[in-house]
């Protein structure tokens, strides 16, 4: 998943040191104070993995527009001198509490090759999805930002659906460096104890500059988040290492399985480490824990 930022007009493909986040992010409504981890054990078809995704943050994008009609009504009504009784002010009240949680879907998808929109441009796309093909992958197009990257069997791939505007002092930039990338960092130290890097390319890095370990994607829709990152756990690495992945030549990836043999670790384990760490970073103080199965479509 190549590291994208989308914006109403704008992709940011790099990070820069010099812009610094604020690292205490707390939750503005009661139902953030909640993360809702949904894991789907088994191996889950790209496309299907996809439709929940997308069902989950139309649902959040309706429940936003619905939020900001209410508003901008009971703004109007305070303007103009007049106040709802109780019964309509409780009502609106219940319907404002109802504002979804936090949600982290955590998958482990069939082998698949995805590309950004700059694979739109790639002029030697067709003969690149022939070579995915000839390797046993699929190939979907998405519209994140980035290029081209795999996701398959042996890796841990985790979407992250909230609204940015409900956290205190959480920008985008904040949101993938401090939460998304963090995140990945801290399951990898205090489960495997592994130390990892990150630097002016996207994704996770156990040496400062060469093996790859994890990568990032984020969509980011009216302060809705989607997509997020994918975890090497036992992956097949000829998938991550025949191409070039995420723009990055000359850059291996490993997993961790690769540096630690002797590790048993599952993708519902490390589904469950991860989100245990996303919720620590944005002082989430409850994680639910529940099985997708069926939602399974």
């Known amino acids: ?41 088994g191996i889950t078809p790209f496309a299907e993995g996809q439709k929940i995704q997308n069902a989950m943050v139309n649902a959040n994008l309706d429940f936003k527009k619905l939020e900001s009609k209410i508003k901008k009504q009971q703004n109007e009504i305070a303007s103009q001198g007049y106040q709802l009784n109780e019964y309509e002010d409780n009502l609106l009240k219940k319907i404002l509490d109802m504002k979804p949680f936090p949600t982290l879907l955590t998958f482990e998808f069939e082998n698949v090759y995805t590309g950004g929109k700059k694979m739109k441009k790639d002029q030697e796309i067709s003969s690149k999805i022939e070579e995915y093909e000839a390797m046993g992958c699929k190939f979907y197009q998405l519209e994140r930002g980035g290029q081209v990257t795999w996701h398959g ?20 930039k904040c949101f993938v460096d401090s939460v998304l990338l963090k995140a990945i960092k801290e399951t990898l130290k205090k489960n495997y104890n592994l130390e990892s890097f990150t630097n002016e390319n996207p994704g996770v890095f156990i040496s400062e500059k060469d093996h790859k370990i994890a990568s990032v994607g984020c969509n980011i829709q009216r302060a809705i988040t989607s997509y997020g990152i994918a975890l090497n756990i036992f992956p097949d690495l000829k998938f991550l290492n025949t191409s070039t992945m995420c723009g990055l030549p000359g ?13 048993d670790v599952s993708i519902k384990d490390a589904g469950f480490q991860y989100a245990k760490e996303l919720a620590k970073l944005l002082n989430i103080t409850t994680v639910e824990h529940m099985s997708g199965e069926d939602l399974k479509l």
């Not at 069997?153 to 985008?172: E, H, P, R, T």
């Not at 850059?251 to 590790?263: C, F, G």
């Open 1 to 41: 998943m190549g590291k994208c930022i989308l914006g109403t007009s704008s992709i940011l493909i790099k990070r820069y040191s010099s812009t610094k986040c604020v690292t205490k992010f707390s939750p503005l409504c009661e139902n953030y104070k909640t993360l809702r981890h949904i894991h789907f054990p």
């Open 153 to 172: 069997q042996g890796q841990l791939v985790a979407y992250v659906i909230l609204d940015l505007k409900q956290f205190l002092n959480l920008s985008v």
């Open 251 to 263: 850059v291996s990836a490993t997993s961790i399985k690769k540096l630690k043999p002797e590790t």
